[in-house]
T-cell receptor, first 112, second 115 residues
Framework: GEDVEQSLFLSVREGDSSVINCTYTDSSSTYLYWYKQEPGAGLQLLTYIFSNMDMKQDQRLTVLLNKKDKHLSLRIADTQTGDSAIYFCAVILTGGGNKLTFGTGTQLKVEL | GAVVSQHPSWVICKSGTSVKIECRSLDFQATTMFWYRQFPKQSLMLMATSNEGSKATYEQGVEKDKFLINHASLTLSTLTVTSAHPEDSSFYIC???????????FGPGTRLTVL
């Protein structure tokens, strides 16, 4: 499989919470990142978590990190139609220097 | 946060021609910039690391003679797709790491379509 994996697609109703998951093989990242990409656009950094933390909350966003299981998740509370986009996690893999490796991407669709 | 721009945002060219894409860090200096390629509905794949004042480092499987990279200054890196073919059609994104913010800032991307 891929070094950094995500589910391909997630559909939620407006107002519900969305949880996007990411698993990685091994990471030497000081920080682990979540990016958002809207159609035809570049990447926007949403949030990140320091590798020695297990949770970070930033307004509607909550990042959970389980280093033992090599699992990172992004929870979006009260999901809005404007949250519809592709979400990528990104980490620096062990031996990767300072190069970010991106997850496979999760397309989030928010329905009314 | 810092700003990275790309130019052009969209280019259509004929097969066999060369296309140059610019990546600029507008308000900070970047000794390193990264070039990614993204196919529709796929993730970003790192193509190469551009190093100011020295040769770029290419990822495995990326043809250095096909994708010429020049990092002429601390705020500008260029990617030239030489003798472009339809299979080179893709979304090309650059990024520059910012030391103070400890993150990479991404350009808005350049969509290349080769006819």
């Amino acid at each position: 499989g891929e070094d950094v994996e995500q589910s391909l697609f997630l559909s939620v109703r407006e107002g519900d919470s969305s949880v996007i998951n990411c698993t990685y093989t091994d990471s030497s990242s000081t920080y682990l990142y979540w990016y958002k990409q809207e159609p035809g656009a570049g990447l926007q950094l949403l949030t990140y978590i320091f590798s020695n933390m297990d949770m970070k909350q930033d307004q509607r966003l909550t990042v959970l990190l389980n280093k033992k299981d090599k699992h990172l998740s992004l929870r979006i509370a009260d999901t809005q139609t404007g949250d519809s986009a592709i979400y990528f996690c990104a980490v620096i893999l062990t031996g990767g220097g300072n190069k970010l490796t991106f997850g496979t991407g999760t397309q989030l669709k928010v329905e009314l | 946060g810092a700003v990275v721009s790309q130019h052009p945002s969209w280019v259509i060219c004929k097969s066999g021609t060369s296309v140059k894409i610019e990546c600029r860090s507008l308000d900070f200096q970047a000794t390193t910039m990264f070039w990614y390629r993204q196919f529709p509905k796929q993730s970003l794949m790192l193509m190469a690391t551009s190093n100011e004042g020295s040769k770029a480092t290419y990822e495995q499987g990326v043809e250095k003679d096909k994708f010429l990279i020049n990092h002429a200054s601390l705020t500008l890196s260029t990617l030239t797709v030489t003798s472009a073919h339809p299979e080179d059609s893709s979304f090309y994104i650059c990024s520059a790491p910012h030391q103070t913010y400890n993150e990479q800032f991404f350009g808005p991307g350049t969509r290349l379509t080769v006819l």
